[in-house]
């Protein structure tokens, strides 16, 4: 079946370093991708998303890469800060056009 | 403020008991969800809706059931809840498809414990 993973439970930086967080996906027909932020006590809260015409889209500290042919997708935070540690989630398409979701990366910043 | 409310926050049931989980959205939405999420695992759909009256299965549907008697709401039950429904549940809407400009906006979720 159709499946979403990420290559990292855990990752720690130190404040201020740039963070990536990585993510796999199975279905080579998914044509939209999201990563979703969930701090402790929290509803997944939307970061950024990318259709599949895209390789590359930014936001305020932010930024997705999305490479098709390996089925990749990256989640990239500048600076990162106190306030950016929580889970963090990609989903992909599906055929039946929900979403899949991955399983999470903690991201934990020191200070 | 505009969003998805969740109630109950917390719930701990006995095994076989009953409940309902209530879903409320003020941003008229026509599509809705129910997720659990458990830990190592993703998101997993349980049921969705995608205009009032209308009710699908998702991925792990067994045990639970749910109704869209009104399009603001979506409530989500468990006729005889048993251990292996202890989890997160949350609650999702998007407007117009499976795949809104921005996704899907997720309540704040109900820690539910069957015991």
């Known amino acids: 079946g159709e499946s979403v993973g990420l290559h990292l439970p855990t990752l720690s930086v130190q404040e201020g370093d740039n963070s990536i967080i990585n993510c796999a996906y199975s279905n080579s027909a998914s044509d939209y991708f999201i990563w979703y932020k969930q701090e402790s006590g929290k509803g997944p809260q939307f970061i950024i998303d990318?259709?599949?015409?895209?390789d590359k889209r930014q936001g305020q500290r932010v930024t997705v890469l999305l490479n098709k042919t390996v089925k990749h997708l990256s989640l990239q935070i500048a600076a990162t800060q106190p306030g950016d540690s929580a889970v963090y989630f990609c989903a992909a398409s599906s055929n039946t056009g929900k979403l899949i979701f991955g399983q999470g990366t903690t991201l934990q910043v020191k200070p | 403020n505009a969003g998805v409310t969740q109630t109950p926050k917390f719930r701990v049931l006995k095994t076989g008991q009953s409940m309902t989980l209530l879903c409320a959205q003020d941003m008229n939405h026509e599509y809705m969800y129910w997720y659990r999420q458990d830990p190592g695992m993703g998101l997993r759909l349980i049921h969705y809706s995608v205009g009032e009256g209308t009710t699908a299965k998702g991925e792990v549907p067994d045990g639970y059931n749910v109704s869209r008697l009104k399009k603001q709401n979506f409530l989500l039950g468990l006729e005889s809840a048993a251990p292996s429904q202890t989890s997160v549940y949350f609650c999702a809407s998007s407007f117009s498809s499976f795949l809104g400009a921005d996704g899907y906006t997720f309540g704040s979720g109900t820690r539910l414990t069957v015991v």
């Open positions: 990318i259709r599949s015409n895209m």
